[in-house]
């Protein structure tokens, strides 16, 4: 008996059909904006480091043709007390093709797995704005997206129990 008569080889194709993947079709900007409103006062002689404050969010939806947008937005200030020396806001996005992923899977891959593949490049160009501005490159830490998703799914399920029975 040959494989194609036991089944074994029959298998193959339905499993290489079945597998999964997640393809990056395009990654882009969308928005980026650097402002250094003292300039160049806040650039000459600094001798002490600023407060850097940083705001991440990940949002994602259906694009055309089946293909889901993530975007990635880290949001940087830095201030010298009250005085902004500068403001870094980036919308980085990604087209991504998901093949043969369930539906209950598809939320934490956007959530997680898309922004992690984003994140190293939009790490490079807030890196770059603060540089190009006259500051010391702006190296932002890795980012737990695991520990983002979960805390959002935190809030979602705490607002969705304070909501009166009869709104829900």
Avoid: H, W
């Avoid at 990056?24 to 006062?41: H, T």
Wanted: net charge negative; hydrophobic share 40%.
């Amino acid at each position: 008996m040959s494989m194609a008569e036991n089944g074994d080889d029959a298998g193959q194709p339905q499993a290489a059909a079945a597998q999964q993947s997640i393809g990056v079709i395009s990654q882009y900007v969308k928005d980026l904006s650097f402002e250094s409103p003292g300039a160049p006062q806040t650039v000459l002689g600094r001798t002490t480091s600023p407060a850097i404050n940083i705001g991440v969010n990940v949002q994602s939806r259906r694009a055309p043709q089946g293909e889901l947008e993530v975007e990635l937005r880290i949001e940087a200030t830095a201030k010298d007390g009250e005085n902004v020396l500068f403001a870094i806001e980036l919308v980085y996005a990604g087209l991504f093709r998901l093949t043969n992923i369930p539906d209950a899977n598809i939320t934490p891959i956007a959530m997680i797995e898309c922004p992690r593949l984003l994140f190293p490049f939009a790490r490079q160009i807030v890196a770059d704005a603060s540089r190009n501005g006259g500051f010391p490159p702006l190296l932002i830490d890795p980012i737990d997206f695991v520990q983002l998703y979960r805390q959002r799914m935190e809030q979602m399920a705490a607002a969705a129990q304070q909501q009166p029975e009869g709104n829900a």
